[in-house]
């Protein structure tokens, strides 16, 4: 089943108040925590393009005004840069305010994912449509979001994005029950389940933070009542579309084998401006001798 009209738009949640990286984030968003030189959202921002997502809409909340300015002009910078012959920088902001035109709408209350994603419904209508957590970070090298949207724009259902966990993480994820799907590289998802505890968790297959979702997901989180933590769950409703056969229904998913990093907590957040820093052409080399020594 296919609508036949190309998916592009993309949903970017950034509303979360970022507690885990306090104090660093008590006046700045955990979205503009530098992973190198670029701001962690500047990385899923031009991921949504490279999957040519062009319709961008941030779910955003109080103190998050930074975002917007990122992915603005700077019309005093951008003078004084060229006033200094610095092409390289000025290109590197001009780059950042080029990305849009981005939209904005503010979440009001942390009531939680899915019903951050519902914030989204009128400016998404009646399309199918991406969401990307500003927490996971995949490779550029990767086409996992192109490859998600080709599985929706064939089963007309939604599609999450999965990888496989020691059992002893999956409590931190959503949890999915899959089967193979004939002849097919992606699988049927049949139950979700937010973070089951690990004796209770249905397979060791985690979503992450990638969806591209039918839109008759609004109805179905308006109707899901609050779960986990508290907070409406896009989970939640991601199950009731698993088993429901109404007109939307029906869940896929991608099993993603490439490079990811996770940008949610301290320790993978090092990790991966590590990683990253390391393949720079700039200073690549002498970060990895420095951390050789450094480690002896
Ligand atoms: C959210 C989702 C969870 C998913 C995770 C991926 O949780 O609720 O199902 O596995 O993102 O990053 P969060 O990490 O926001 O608590």
Redesign the pocket.
């Known amino acids: 089943m296919t609508t036949g009209k190309a998916i592009t738009k993309a949903v970017i949640p950034a509303a ?1 108040l970022g507690t885990r990286f306090l104090p660093a984030t008590k006046a700045m968003p955990k979205e503009m925590l530098p992973v190198v030189d670029r701001p962690a959202i500047q990385y899923v921002v031009e991921e949504a393009i490279d999957a040519g997502l062009t319709d961008l809409l941030m779910i955003t909340g109080r103190n998050k005004r930074s975002l917007e300015d990122h992915f603005d002009r700077e019309p005093g910078l951008e003078s004084a840069l060229e006033k200094k012959g610095d092409k390289d920088r000025l290109a590197a902001i001009e780059h950042a305010s080029e990305l849009g035109p981005i939209h904005y709408v503010r979440q009001g209350e942390a009531k ?3 019903h951050a994603v519902l914030c989204a419904k009128k400016h998404v209508g009646a399309e199918p449509f991406a969401v990307l ?1 500003g ?2 970070l995949i490779d550029e090298a990767e086409t996992l979001l192109s490859r998600m949207i080709e599985v929706q724009e064939k089963t007309g259902g939604s599609v999450i994005a999965l990888i496989e966990v020691d059992p002893s993480q999956i409590s ?4 999915a029950d899959i089967t193979s799907v004939e002849g097919e590289d992606y699988v049927r998802v049949h139950s ?1 389940v ?2 089951p505890a690990v004796g209770e968790a249905p397979s060791n297959l ?4 990638r969806y591209v979702l039918n839109p008759s997901v609004f109805g179905v989180l308006e109707a899901t009542e609050p779960g ?2 508290g907070e409406i ?3 939640d409703a991601l199950q009731t579309l698993a088993v429901g056969d109404g007109e939307g229904a029906g869940v896929y998913g991608v099993i993603f084998k490439g490079r990811r990093f ?1 940008t ?1 907590d301290k320790l993978s957040y090092l990790k991966a401006v590590i990683t990253l820093a390391s393949e720079r052409v700039e200073f690549g080399e002498d970060l990895k001798t420095w951390l050789k020594d450094f480690v002896s």
């Open positions: 979360g939680g994912l899915g957590l927490d996971d931190a994820y959503g949890c979700l937010e973070k985690a979503v992450i933070g986990r933590g769950q896009l989970t996770d949610g």
